[in-house]
């Protein structure tokens, strides 16, 4: 038999194309590898969000070129991001490479694999599908994606994904509801609504369909048996009224909102073309703090934007601090080619951006460990995972506000525990099971 291997880069839309990869390679026939030298189609999917990012892929890349030199016969395939934003130079550039395509075109690896790998040259990068309607191949039995829309409208002016994942497409309303209660069926007790702005879903559906991201979170509630649903990312401008009162209303939907900050300083938000500024994004928050006391607030920051000051960066710990956030996923800006930020003047030099990254890493950490510590003693709602990794006497799963809890004793993977927390660290939170609230 055939063998492929896939290697996923960058966020969990990836991971989420990259089941819809599996799926389709494993219906032309073909059998997973453990590792790229097993493989006869070695396939990467890639990001190219930060140029890091492209970075770590070329260096897998060399690899499969040293593989494919040894091994002629093996067929390289690079799907994803960083292969739609080379799609005018990749083959030039990269000639061992097989075959090439964007994220809304993963059905053409379908047709090249049922051609025998003999499609000719060149790169597959329209929007044919969303990866959502292509058959899966699911890693987690208990937990899955649900993709609702494709693409951003956003003009965020240091973001690459636009030109890499095209205009906004919802998926219509009904194919939505369908595929959840596929999956519930199937066994998932906890979805992840996928999109690249997931509160604005539906704007672009037609009149007749047109549902909202609020009227989704409420239907998504009637699932009996669908325990949780998270949901990545929202977007501020579009955290409306509605969005607010469903997720506060839902019986499922967690405790915990990830939203987007990029920058604490108006004038840095305003070259963003973030559509906020650091006064209404501290009102939105407040908002969604009265209607959810009990929420996970996370976010991405951005360092060193262009023309970034001392002060716009003071800005930023100081929303930091108003906010209070569980934790941050924190970023030096990288010039991505195509972006408007790319051209600005006044690129920040290197080590000012580092010693910001730095100190606002000090500064997530120390909240990190208050807001942990501040759950000593509480009762959270844990899915479990599985057996920690180091421990067997002990099992891991995430708290509804999406913390990593260890705990004892040990209970399978699936079920939802009530877990009385007796210590945190910034990391992750231990304890003792209380309850089984689903086995
Ligand atoms: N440089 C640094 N970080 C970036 N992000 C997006 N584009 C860039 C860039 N050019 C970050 C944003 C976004 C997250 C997924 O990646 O914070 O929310
Ligand atoms: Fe995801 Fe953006 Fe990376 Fe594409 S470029 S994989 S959308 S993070």
């Given at each position: 038999m055939r063998r492929y291997h896939v290697t996923t880069f960058g966020c969990q839309m990836n991971d989420h194309d990259s089941e819809r990869i599996r799926g389709l390679l494993e219906s032309s026939g073909l059998g997973e590898a453990s590792s790229p030298a097993d493989a006869d189609v070695i396939v990467f999917n890639t990001c190219t969000i930060r140029e890091k990012a492209d970075g770590r892929f070329l260096q897998h890349l060399m690899h499969a070129r040293a593989l494919k030199q040894r091994d002629p016969s093996k067929r390289i395939v690079v799907g994803g991001c960083w292969s739609e934003s080379m799609k005018d130079t990749l083959f030039e550039e990269h000639p061992f490479v097989d075959f090439a395509f964007g994220p809304g075109s993963i059905s053409r690896l379908g047709d090249y694999l049922q051609a025998g790998g003999t499609l000719p040259e060149g790169h597959f990068s329209t929007f044919d599908e969303f990866a959502g309607d292509l058959p899966a191949n699911r890693e987690r039995p208990h937990q899955g994606w649900l993709q609702i829309s494709q693409g951003c409208n956003s003009v965020?002016?240091?973001?690459?994904?636009?030109?890499?994942?095209?205009?906004?497409?919802?998926?219509?309303?009904q194919v939505l509801i369908d595929e959840a209660e596929r999956l519930v069926a199937d066994g998932v007790c906890e979805l992840t609504l996928l999109g690249q702005n997931v509160n604005s879903y539906g704007r672009d559906l037609p009149v007749s369909d047109r549902r909202s991201f609020a009227e989704l979170i409420t239907r998504l509630d009637a699932?009996?048996?669908?325990?949780?649903?998270?949901?990545?990312?929202?977007?501020?401008?579009?955290?409306?009224?509605?969005?607010?009162?469903?997720?506060?209303?839902?019986?499922t939907a967690c405790a915990h909102m990830h939203l987007p900050l990029q920058s604490g300083s108006s004038t840095v938000l305003k070259r963003m073309r973030?559509?906020?500024?650091?006064?209404?994004?501290?009102?939105?928050?407040?908002?969604?703090?009265?209607?959810?006391?009990?929420?996970?607030?996370?976010?991405?920051?951005?360092?060193?934007?262009?023309?970034?000051?001392?002060?716009?960066?003071?800005d930023t710990l100081a929303v930091y601090e108003a906010v209070g956030y569980d934790h941050a996923f924190t970023f030096i800006y990288s010039p991505r080619r195509g972006t408007e930020a790319a051209t600005m003047a006044e690129q920040v030099p290197d080590d000012v951006k580092h010693a910001r990254l730095e100190a606002l890493v000090a500064v997530v950490q120390r909240h990190a460990r208050e807001r942990?510590?501040?759950?000593?003693?509480?009762?959270?709602?844990?899915?479990?995972?599985?057996p920690s990794r180091t421990d067997p006497s002990t099992a891991r799963g995430r708290s509804d506000g999406n913390k990593t809890v260890i705990f004892s004793p040990p209970r399978p993977a699936g079920s939802l525990v009530d877990v009385v927390i007796e210590s945190a660290t910034s990391q992750t939170l231990r304890g003792t099971v209380a309850a089984t609230i689903l086995a």
């Open positions: 965020c002016s240091y973001c690459i994904v636009p030109s890499v994942r095209g205009r906004e497409q919802s998926r219509p309303w699932i009996e048996r669908l325990a949780r649903v998270r949901y990545t990312s929202p977007h501020p401008k579009d955290m409306r009224g509605d969005v607010i009162e469903a997720l506060a209303a839902s019986r973030r559509t906020y500024d650091a006064a209404r994004y501290l009102a939105l928050v407040e908002r969604i703090r009265a209607a959810m006391p009990r929420i996970a607030l996370t976010t991405d920051i951005i360092v060193g934007f262009p023309g970034e000051t001392d002060a716009d960066f003071a942990n510590a501040a759950l000593v003693g509480s009762h959270q709602q844990v899915l479990v995972e599985g």
